[in-house]
């Protein structure tokens, strides 16, 4: 119940296209969904994150779409550019004891490819 | 500004042994997690730490521990090493009023042989 569950594994976009990752979770006690980048060498760095109170967010080229009922959220990657080649993490958060941040719970990742 | 910085940057151990990873958060933030990223897969919670006091554990074995010290940097410990703990290890910090955000470390690369 506490999987998050990421697909693709792998995408390959063309410079100037969509990239669209998607997420599935099961536990309705997530109340945080954050989507991270990551780059070879790096630590995850946030790019966007959502609450289930709202159905679409967008900040830039990013926009994260979350479906309550389905249990589904998505990263879209408008005008793709080879300089967002990364991996993407999608990760759901629940609030732990009082005063503490919450405690994430990752997809697998999605390794982005665009091409140039 | 420094973001979170972690020692040492890359770390070998043989089966059995001991390690200490170390984790400085950013100034001002007084939470920290720990996250074990195995290659290839995404970050897996391991502890949180909040004031100094544990504030939440994920599904890791006894011999992980952790603390956080009162200037609020962390360590995490792992005792007898096994050839599944070899994994990036990640810490996060967070200043939790006003923003939520877990900011992450570059992570320390421990290989066990």
């Known amino acids: 119940q506490q999987q998050v569950k990421q697909s693709p594994q792998s995408l390959i976009v063309q410079k100037g296209g969509i990239s669209i990752i998607n997420c599935a979770y099961e536990?309705?006690?997530?109340?945080?969904f954050p989507w991270y980048q990551q780059f070879p060498g790096k630590g995850p760095a946030l790019l966007i994150a959502?609450?289930?109170?709202?159905s679409e967010k967008k900040e830039g080229r990013f926009t994260i779409s979350f479906n309550k009922s389905a249990k589904q959220f998505s990263l879209h990657i408008m005008d793709s550019q080879p300089g967002d080649s990364a991996t993407y993490f999608c990760a759901a958060g629940r609030r732990g004891t009082s005063g503490s941040a919450r405690q994430l719970t990752f997809g697998s990742g999605t390794q982005l490819t665009v091409l140039p | 500004d420094a973001g979170v910085t972690q020692s040492p940057t890359h770390l070998i151990k043989t089966r059995g042994q001991h390690v200490t990873l170390r984790c400085s958060p950013i100034?001002?933030?007084?939470?920290v997690s720990w996250y074990q990223q195995v290659l290839g897969q995404g970050p897996q919670f391991i502890f949180q730490y909040y004031e100094k006091e544990e504030r939440g554990r994920g599904n890791f074995p006894d011999r992980f521990s952790a603390r956080q010290f009162p200037n609020y940097s962390s360590e995490l410990n792992v005792n007898a090493l096994l050839l599944g703990d070899s994994a990036l290890y990640l810490c996060?910090?967070?200043?939790?009023?006003?923003?939520?955000?877990?900011?992450f470390g570059p992570g320390t690369r421990l290989l066990v042989l």
């Open positions: 959502i609450r289930p109170d709202v």
């Open positions: 996060a910090s967070s200043l939790l009023r006003g923003d939520e955000t877990q900011y």
């Open positions: 536990n309705t006690a997530f109340d945080y």
């Open positions: 100034s001002g933030h007084k939470s």
